[in-house]
């Protein structure tokens, strides 16, 4: 084996909401939608993490309005999991391709520490 075996998650699957996503971002005053991070793996002692935004887009009254490249993302993803404000019905497989696996709807999170233009 190349490798030693590490502590990873794989096959996760989050029961999917209500509300469909359009509706989620229809809700949103000003936020960003993330379609894709760095590698966020927080700290398992602290939940601390930090991860840089690779591509989303900006939210402004409810619509997608201008896409947003670059900017960090930080926290405590156990402050995350407790500020989690809706969960979307229409679910993805993801694969972050070394271990991360599972079947994920889209979630809105209140608070999010975001810096950047």
């Known amino acids: 084996y190349s490798i030693q075996p590490v502590d990873q998650t794989s096959n996760l699957i989050v029961i ?9 971002i229809s809700e949103i005053k000003h936020g960003l939608i993330v379609y894709k991070f760095s590698w966020m793996a927080p700290s398992e002692e602290s939940g601390l993490f930090s991860s840089e935004i690779r591509n989303a887009a900006y939210i ?3 619509e997608i309005t201008k896409s947003v490249k670059g900017g960090i993302m930080s926290g ?7 500020n989690v404000s809706a969960i979307s019905k229409e679910s993805e497989v993801l694969s972050g391709a070394t271990a991360f696996s599972g079947v994920m709807p889209h979630a809105r999170f209140e608070n999010v520490q975001v810096a950047g233009k």
């Open 76 to 82: 405590n993803v156990f402050d995350l999991i407790n």
């Open 60 to 62: 402004e009254n409810g």
């Open 16 to 24: 999917p909401g209500k509300k469909n996503l359009e509706k989620i």
